[in-house]
């Protein structure tokens, strides 16, 4: 049946929707969203920016000092496809050094060797090929996001490690994260006191980024803006 006005779905029904369906996500080991992040990881969906996993943000004895943290990925069965074309070269490739190691243990031709090697070279070039081409469809999504922090640091000014960054990905398929530029191991070593302070302005910062994004989302432009 075609929507119309009257059919449509507002823009605060489609944001209770997907707040209800992400309030029943859960991770591998069963543990749903953090009350902390969840409303970041609504307002990037419903702007679609589709989101794979998250954080609140933690201070843990196991794992020190951990900032809040969003997971970006966009799929579709184009790229589902072409990463299991790319675990399939993979495989290849490694299948093939192992095979090297064996020959060159044994007495073969440097001729044999030289065409097993090229047929290596070649596999591990396809392989990473293939994963180009998962980075490039993420791309319009991570300039998507870029475009939002842009425009929310426009006139903002905060501590530089305070600041949200993408921390973008090349071993693999292009993953996006994005948090505090200092989330890494910058505060690992401090006092729990200085940690306890980073976590809270960390989770401020990323609130007032999810307000902006909000802001965009009820203004109905959201899915009007390119890079």
């Given amino acids: 049946m075609e929507e119309t006005p009257a059919t449509k779905p507002s823009l605060q029904q489609i944001w209770d929707d997907s707040a209800e369906y992400f309030a029943h996500v859960t991770d591998r080991l069963g543990k749903p969203i953090e009350p902390e992040i969840m409303e970041t990881v609504v307002a990037l969906n419903v702007l679609g920016i589709p989101t794979t996993m998250s954080c609140g943000g933690h201070l843990d004895e196991h794992r020190g000092f951990v900032a809040p943290w969003v997971d970006i990925w966009w799929s579709n069965a184009v790229v589902e496809h072409l990463k299991e074309e790319t675990g399939q070269k993979r495989q290849q490739a490694e299948t093939l050094d ?44 991570r300039q998507k996001l870029a475009y939002y922090l842009a425009q929310f640091y426009q006139s903002r000014v905060v501590p530089f490690d305070q600041r949200l960054i993408l921390n973008v990905s090349t071993a693999g398929f292009g993953h996006t994260r994005l948090l505090s530029q200092g989330a890494g191991d910058l505060y690992l070593d401090a006092a729990s006191g200085v940690q306890q302070h980073k976590l809270n302005d960390y989770r401020q910062e990323m609130q007032a980024f999810t307000d902006f994004l909000k802001a965009i989302y009820f203004s109905g432009t959201g899915e009007e803006t390119t890079m």
């Fill in 98 to 141: 192992q095979e090297l190691a064996r020959l060159r243990q044994a007495s073969v031709l440097q001729e044999d060797l030289r065409a097993l090697q090229q047929k290596r070279y070649n596999a591990y070039q396809e392989m990473h090929a293939l994963r180009r081409q998962v980075r490039l469809l993420q791309c319009p999504t």
